[in-house]
């Protein structure tokens, strides 16, 4: 086995951490202190054709496979979780079904300009009485004519401020005993779609997280994405890439994490010596750069079977769990490294510590990650 990228992939990464070094990390930290999503850095990340990596030029895209589409959201979350967090739900469960699931007229309606980074993309799965169990979801789709009614409200809606396309999850038929599910193309200019104010979040305060209300919003049955009962089967399809764009993101943060608290250690002197000369800070160091490697070696596991068309729903699973986890303990562990000054904004540690927490809980949570593994593991 071969873990080292083809000269293509290697100037992929190497190109997505010069651009992220350069325009994305100066950015960051007023990013976080005000809650501003940076559109000039979007319109930079649509040009390098980030919002589409996995999409085939003919609709826009960068063509690159699922190693590539990971490499690149790693590198952009080093610089800035929040827009990592921007393109790996904008690819993974916007763009991606799109593409898997929608017909030729869908791909070339919304498809293209979502790739092009020209309309950003969400995927509105969660409710306030349906986060983890999807099947409690109480948003309504009725037949009318030709089309449909929608009804609900989704709310922590990643991108959801500055969206234009947005793939809504909805019940075609609540009175049954046995619900079925089905995936809506909804514009936000369309009537009947109501954006509530941007989420003041702990993390990842770059991205415009908010609620959408859908209040009688019509939609023609061409918005429909695949057919009625189809619903659940795109959604988990869909969340199989999303957990390796996360787990990507969890990687980049964590790496972001060892690199400045390598370099704090050798900067910070206590006791006539750097922190970089004492056993326990080495052996901080040592875990962090240990977590990290078996992280990244887990994503790529699943990235190439994702890119090889393989089945790879508790591989992804394995790798966002892990990911997550060692971005929460980098980030823990750097403040410590940091002592007092951690604890400060001062330095990016603290805010990489905010932003590392919620990737054990969007995408699934740990806990659910865990139970996709344990089914994989009873067969079932």
Known sequence: MIFQPDMKQAV??????????ERIAPAAAEM?????????????????QYFGLEIPPEYG?????????????EEVSRAS???????????????????????????????????????IGTFCLTEPNAGSDASSLETVAARDGDGYVLNGNKIFVTNGGVSG????????????????????????????????????????????????????????????????????????????????????????????????????????HQFGKSLSEFAAIQGFLSDMATRIEAARLLIYR???????KLPHTAESAMAKLYASEVAVYASRVGVQIHGGYGYTKAYPIERYYRDAKVCEIYEGTSEIQRMVIARSLMGR
């Open 165 to 268: 396309t947005n793939l809504i999850f909805a019940c075609t038929n609540p009175s049954r005993e046995r619900k079925e599910y089905a995936v809506f193309i909804v514009e936000s200019e369309r009537d009947g779609v109501e954006k509530g104010p941007v989420e003041d979040m702990m993390g990842m305060r770059g991205n415009p997280v908010c609620p959408i209300t859908l209040s009688d919003c019509r939609i023609p049955q061409e918005n429909r994405l695949g057919e009625e009962g189809q619903g659940m089967k795109i959604a988990l399809s869909t969340l199989g890439g999303g957990r390796i764009g996360i787990g990507a993101q969890a990687l980049g943060i964590a790496q972001a994490c060892l690199d400045v608290s390598v370099k704090y250690s050798k900067e910070r």
């Open 61 to 73: 895209g960068a063509g690159l496979n699922s190693v590539s589409y990971a490499d690149v959201i």
């Open 302 to 308: 699943a990235s190439h079977l994702r890119a090889a």
């Open 32 to 48: 976080d202190a005000t809650g501003r999503f940076p559109a000039d850095l979007a319109a930079e990340m649509a040009g390098l």
């Open 12 to 21: 992929i990464k190497r190109t997505a951490r010069k651009f992220a070094e």
């Open 81 to 119: 979780a929040a827009m990592g967090l921007c393109i790996s739900v904008h690819n993974s469960v916007a763009a991606s079904p799109i593409y898997e699931f929608g017909g030729e007229f869908q791909r070339q309606r919304f498809l293209i300009p979502v790739a092009r980074g020209e309309k």
